[in-house]
């Protein structure tokens, strides 16, 4: 991946198995997301990461290294609009936590 780092702007690291919206994050990629976090340094490179993005996930997955963040059905439990926004507020309070 290195010889391409500087060819790209977003690398985005899946953390559950592709497929369908619902599953469990997968705690081993955490180590994935710090070893691409590394090889980016201090490129302009957004890290995005897509699975199992909860308010329970997300700080650790911004600790690290994580800089963007695809929520799916965290985000459209509850069925309404105030929900989703109440979803929202969550993932954005977890994920500015130090």
Known sequence: MAYVLDRV???LVMTVNPGFGGQSFI???LEKIARVRSLIGDRPIRLQV???VTPETVGAIRQAGADTFVAGS???KGGSEASYR???EA????AARP
């Open 27 to 29: 705690p081993s990629t």
């Open 74 to 76: 965290a985000i459209y």
């Open 50 to 52: 897509d699975g199992g």
């Open 86 to 88: 109440s979803n929202i």
């Open 91 to 94: 993932l954005r309070a977890a």
């Open 9 to 11: 702007d977003l690398i």
